[in-house]
């Protein structure tokens, strides 16, 4: 049976009330992303509300 992990980034864009800007920042997601991988998992990576998510870079 393989073994599967599951990403879950955010939707939102700006966050809290002074409306800062939000989202993921590619190292976050691609280190533990290329470990798990080098381990032979397999990877999924959804957005809470679907569809694109927002990147800070």
Do not use: C
Request: glycine share 8%; charged share 25%.
């Amino acid at each position: 049976m393989k073994r599967k992990i599951l990403f879950m980034v955010t939707s939102a864009s700006v966050i809290g009330p002074k409306n800062r800007k939000t989202g993921s920042l590619l190292t976050e997601l691609a280190h533990p992303y290329e470990a798990f991988k080098k381990q032979g998992y397999d990877i999924d990576i959804y957005s809470v509300k679907g569809g694109r998510h927002p990147s800070i870079w």
